[in-house]
Nanobody, 129 residues
Framework: EVQLAESGGGSVQAGGSLRLSCAAS????????MGWFSQAPGKEREGIAA???????TYADSVKGRFTISRETTKNTIYLQMNSLKPEDTAMYYC???????????????????????WGQGTQVTVSS
């Protein structure tokens, strides 16, 4: 069973940066898709960024130019570098994975919560103004 563990959340002021990490067990050497999602209180979980095992990736419009998703296969880890953080970025951030990589491109359904099989417990990000 694939297990995911997020880390790196915290509290920062607007304009600051954080880097989230997601350690994945038993996944990084096959075909897979992994994503980052956020969920603010009272709101639905929404896709932020996703990356495939072939390095194809996609971002939500709200984070383009500010967030960067990357992966380090040797460490079984993906990252979310978050720059120029805004108070509206405040949320619980979750890592998710599905395998094998879906046939449709990551840019089509990569940010949909429904395609992912495994989820981490989340890490809190709080951005103050």
């Amino acid at each position: 069973e694939v297990q995911l563990a997020e880390s790196g959340g915290g509290s920062v002021q607007a304009g600051g940066s954080l880097r989230l990490s997601c350690a994945a067990s038993g996944l990084m050497y096959g075909s897979y898709r992994m994503g980052w999602f956020s969920q603010a209180p009272g709101k639905e979980r929404e896709g932020i960024a996703a990356i495939d095992s072939d390095s194809a990736l996609t971002y939500a419009d709200s984070v383009k130019g500010r967030f960067t998703i990357s992966r380090e296969t040797t460490k079984n880890t993906i990252y979310l570098q978050m720059n120029s953080l805004k108070p509206e970025d405040t949320a619980m951030y979750y890592c998710a994975a599905t395998w094998p990589k879906p046939q449709y491109g990551v840019g089509i359904y990569g940010l949909s919560v429904h395609q992912y099989k495994s989820w981490g417990q989340g890490t809190q990000v709080t951005v103050s103004s």
